[in-house]
């Protein structure tokens, strides 16, 4: 199997056949990628509060953010159009990398239901209220790992226009967050974006016990990862670019940590560390990163722990 008969990149590929699954994968991902949104998935979106973005900054950085409005910001007029009525916040990277013919990744996520499903594609129109995506692929994806949510609005009295800080390292505050999250998003891109529909840019989510990402001495994040659905759609890309952009969220005050930089996957025995459940772990050195303060009007709160995470262990030192 090839690039150009596969929905995959050669990164992505090269993962499959070195699992030996490359096969079993296509025969079904060839089915549910496709060039176009089915209904459910037009009407998913339009019921959702929030997005999700993987971006590119002007030097290939990889972002993820989240942009947020009232049910009906997000709109498919067509089957390979989808319109986003929702500009992003200056102080997100985000602002920077929406232009006409930049290569974005969407992952719409309802939290109470744990339904995902994810569109890639590039801008066909941008403007100062939002822009409008051309699809090049979408699929849906599991609920594997997901915490249940529910969305409510902060009180008025509560929000707050917070500090925006923009760094090259972690804080203490920074890494509290960190190491209390039980969820993040990760952004990544194949090399020669845009060349073909499998190389465009990808957002997912992840998720764990609170704790499942590791500081490590060195500064670096260790990651386990989990059993999906073997697209390898972000290994893949940390294959062929070795970088990762990744969002963490305070559900409760609305805080948004966002991180870019270096990324590497490292087999169970590379690792000095152990966690069950793991496959392997994704590590990723942050260079990049913008701290921002209260920037969600709403909270999310936990309401179930996903029946997957309680699987996992934690981590043990060799």
């Known amino acids: 199997m090839t690039e150009q008969t596969s929905p995959f990149h050669d990164g992505e590929l ?40 993987g971006s590119l900054d ?25 319109n986003v009525g929702r500009a992003p916040d200056p102080d997100d990277p985000l602002t920077m990398n929406i232009y006409e013919g930049a290569e974005l990744g969407l992952l719409g996520l309802q939290f109470h239901s744990r339904r995902r499903n994810r569109v890639n594609g590039r801008v066909s129109t941008a403007r100062p209220g939002g822009f409008s995506l051309e699809v090049t692929q979408s699929f849906g ?19 707050q226009v917070g500090r925006v800080e923009r760094r090259t390292s972690l804080t203490d505050d920074d890494l509290q967050l960190i ?29 764990g016990m609170p704790g499942f990402v590791k500081v490590c001495p060195d500064g670096s994040l260790l990651v386990p990862d989990f059993s999906g659905n073997r697209h390898f759609n972000t290994l893949g890309n940390i294959v062929e670019t070795g970088k990762a952009g990744l969002l963490f969220i305070d ?8 991180l870019t930089g270096s990324a590497g996957i490292l087999a169970l025995d590379e ?13 990723i050195r942050p260079e990049l990163i913008v701290s921002r303060m209260s920037a969600l009007p709403f909270t999310l709160a936990l309401t179930e722990t996903s029946p997957f995470n309680l699987r996992t262990g934690d981590w043990v030192k060799r």
């Not at 002007?58 to 989808?82: D, K, R, Y």
């Not at 990544?188 to 998720?207: L, P, Q």
């Not at 559900?251 to 966002?258: K, N, R, T, V």
Request: charged content about 15%; some cysteine; overall charge positive.
């Open 14 to 53: 090269a993962i499959q056949h070195m699992l030996g699954i490359a096969d079993k994968v296509h025969q079904y991902a060839s089915r549910g990628i496709r060039p176009f949104m089915p209904d459910q998935h037009r009407e998913f979106y339009a019921m959702l509060p929030h997005i999700f973005v």
């Open 58 to 82: 002007a030097s290939g950085n990889p972002w993820a953010s989240i942009l947020h409005g009232a049910p009906g910001f997000l709109s498919s007029p067509t089957a390979t159009t989808l």
């Open 141 to 159: 994806n599991c609920p594997k790992y997901i915490q249940k949510r529910d969305v409510s609005v902060r009180p008025q009295t509560t929000q």
């Open 179 to 207: 190491t209390a999250a039980e969820t993040f998003f990760i952004a990544s891109a194949a090399n020669n974006v845009g060349e073909g529909a499998a190389r465009g840019v990808d957002v997912s989510h992840r998720g």
């Open 251 to 258: 559900f409760e005050a609305g805080h948004l940590l966002q």
């Open 271 to 283: 690792s000095l560390y152990a966690y069950e459940g793991a496959e392997r772990f994704l590590r």
